[in-house]
Nanobody, 117 residues
Framework: QVQLVESGGGLVQAGGSLRLSCAASGLTFSRYAMGWFRQAPGKEREFVAAITWITSYADSVKGRFTISRDNAKNTVYLQMNSLKPEDTAVYYC?????????????WGQGTQVTVSS
């Protein structure tokens, strides 16, 4: 059974940084594309970043967020710098068994990130 467990969320002031982690189990981690989505209150869930053979980012976070993975630890990270109040959301870790970066068939429970102004 695939499990994705996020950690590292919290409250931070605008301009600050946070690093989210997602520990994966029940899968051959290196064969999965990994990513992050987020959902702000009253808004639809949106793509943030993904890592396959390359990395990709939403325009709203490009240059501020960095996705990375450690296959030895079955963990994917999201380093978030220069945080803005509009980055406030629940952040979800996702996995794609097809390694396409488009078919996110596994989701974590989410971790709350709150950025104060």
């Amino acid at each position: 059974q695939v499990q994705l467990v996020e950690s590292g969320g919290g409250l931070v002031q605008a301009g600050g940084s946070l690093r989210l982690s997602c520990a994966a189990s029940g899968l051959t981690f290196s064969r999965y594309a990994m990513g992050w989505f987020r959902q702000a209150p009253g808004k639809e869930r949106e793509f943030v970043a993904a890592i396959t053979w390359i990395t990709s980012y939403a325009d709203s976070v490009k240059g501020r967020f960095t996705i990375s993975r450690d296959n030895a630890k079955n963990t994917v990270y999201l380093q978030m710098n220069s945080l803005k109040p509009e980055d406030t959301a629940v952040y979800y870790c996702v996995a794609d068994s097809q390694f396409s970066g488009r078919n996110w068939n596994y989701w974590g429970q989410g971790t709350q990130v709150t950025v104060s102004s």
